[in-house]
């Protein structure tokens, strides 16, 4: 069962002072790798009988994790952040029931899920763990000047960071996911009944699709927004021949001082493909050009 299934079926079985101190705990990560006990207690606001009570309680559903030396402290798992997540889009009417998984990923894993007014939704949940800190820290721009930064704090950013994206380039026309909502290190959006452009076997008129995307990119670069990693396995396609870029957290701006470069890059992924696998004749140097007219 995955973190997010799980959660969905532990959240009915904690109650309001559960979250509280899962609440607490989440506070405390962002200065401290386990929150020491009497952070929890100050954060939450219990006294120390109940709340190791409900700790041990925590604990017993694996939400939490204990260290006893050398001082004791606490920290939450993914499990828990899900449930904190899901428990504040079921209040805001945001959802209403989450579905099966619909992608699994190395920072990131994709459910369906219902509204209140019973539209399908996709909800992304990013999990940027402690084996990509590093990399991460070094690749993305709102966590390099942090001193401490928690796995789970860290995924936050990225959400924050996606759906800010998402709701500029919305705005200005891309064809992105519609984002809706975003709590935590989740983010409500549009679900695209679509598949990956590289499991995509052929394309009737390969060269119209790649200016379809370039004209996005373009449109990006105009809103301020640059992927840096675009490629064929974040660009969506359905079977009306409608493309959307998903998969957004590292994105960049456009006055970035290395905004040429970074661009240049995106472009040169996607055309190259096209050439590689549908022997287009736009060349990179032209699909950049291109795509700076657009913008």
Known sequence: MSSAEKAAQVLTQLENLDLRILQAIEQGMIKHEYVP??????????????????????????????QKEPYLGYIMNYTAYDCLALNALVKSETLDALGPSVGI??????YEAMTPGNVKVAVKFHRLGRTSFR???RKRDYIADRRHISWLYQSRLAAENEFRALRMMHEAGVSVPRPFEQN?????MEYLDAVQLSDVIELDEPGEFLVDILDNVGLAY?????????????????????????????????????????????????????????????TVEEALVYVKKVA
């Open 135 to 137: 990399d991460t820290r």
């Open 37 to 66: 006990f009497e952070e929890v207690a100050r954060y939450s606001g219990l006294h120390d009988s109940k709340l190791e009570y409900r700790l041990g309680n925590l604990d017993r559903l694996e939400l939490i994790y204990r």
């Open 184 to 188: 935590r290190h989740a983010i409500v």
């Open 222 to 282: 105009r809103a301020g927004v640059i992927h840096t990693d675009l490629s064929e396995y974040n660009i969506m396609v359905n079977p009306e021949g409608r493309i959307w870029i998903i998969d957004w957290p590292q994105y960049t701006a456009s006055d970035h001082p290395n905004a040429e470069e970074v661009l240049a890059r995106d472009v040169g992924n996607v055309a190259y493909y096209f050439q590689r696998k549908y022997s287009t004749s736009m």
């Open 105 to 110: 990923g190395k920072e990131a894993d994709v």
